[in-house]
T-cell receptor
């Protein structure tokens, strides 16, 4: 079975540019999570969706960040405008919301803002 | 509110020796507990979980974890460490009473280094 698929794997762009990260969750999963990982702050939950509806976006750092899930098989995380402090590895994870099922992570997008 | 503590930033162990990576938690209700491993340039990989039942849970790659309710701990163990076990390990908890999408709270991670 295919796991969580994230694209691109690496992104380097200049500050001020718009960045869009993409995620395809595991088929049949109904929960989707966006995380950010840095050395300084560790692993942070940015936002999560249940049945394509945003449930908790309290971790989204600023209005520059937005996330959408137009259907059960696709989600995007957008940063506009990007800043150097947004440089991090961004992970998407999905799970089936029943009985304590684990989250399954993609291999992340390494984002560098120059 | 739920929280997880991993008191050790790094654990060093010799290959062939037993290893323990510590985790304590706090939740309002019954805990759902998880261990994940992260290798360089990879996402977190699920190792094992405790939901209910036996306090000793067995998982992937020979790892196991022991749930201790009185000590609110869920330590990860392996009887004989391998160099290939060197990685970053995360403990995570979910309050079994809450709904809404399996939101987990992760610890800060413990770097395991297994040396020859």
């Amino acid at each position: 079975d295919a796991g969580v698929i994230q694209s691109p794997r690496h992104e380097v762009t200049e500050m001020g540019q718009e960045v869009t990260l993409r995620c395809k969750p595991i088929s049949g999963h109904n929960s989707l999570f966006w995380y950010r990982q840095t050395m300084m702050r560790g692993l942070e939950l940015l936002i999560y969706f249940n049945n394509n509806v945003p449930i908790d976006d309290s971790g989204m750092p600023e209005d520059r960040f937005s996330a959408k899930m137009p259907n059960a098989s696709f989600s995007t995380l957008k940063i506009q405008p990007s800043e150097p402090r947004d440089s991090a590895v961004y992970f998407c994870a999905s799970s089936f919301d029943r009985g304590g099922q684990p989250q399954h992570f993609g291999d992340g997008t390494r984002l560098s803002i120059l | 509110a739920q929280s997880v503590a991993q008191p050790e930033d790094q654990v060093n162990v010799a290959e062939g020796n037993p290893l323990t990576v510590k985790c304590t938690y706090s939740v309002s209700g019954n805990p759902y507990l998880f261990w994940y491993v992260q290798y360089p340039n990879r996402g977190l990989q699920f190792l094992l979980k405790y939901i209910t039942g036996d306090n000793l849970v067995k998982g992937s790659y020979g790892f196991e974890a022991e749930f201790n309710k009185s000590q609110t701990s869920f330590h990860l163990k392996k009887p004989s460490a391998l160099v290939s076990d060197s990685a970053l390990y995360f403990c995570a908890v979910r309050d079994g009473l809450t709904g809404g999408g399996n939101k987990l709270t992760f610890g800060t991670g413990t770097q395991l280094k297994v040396e020859l």
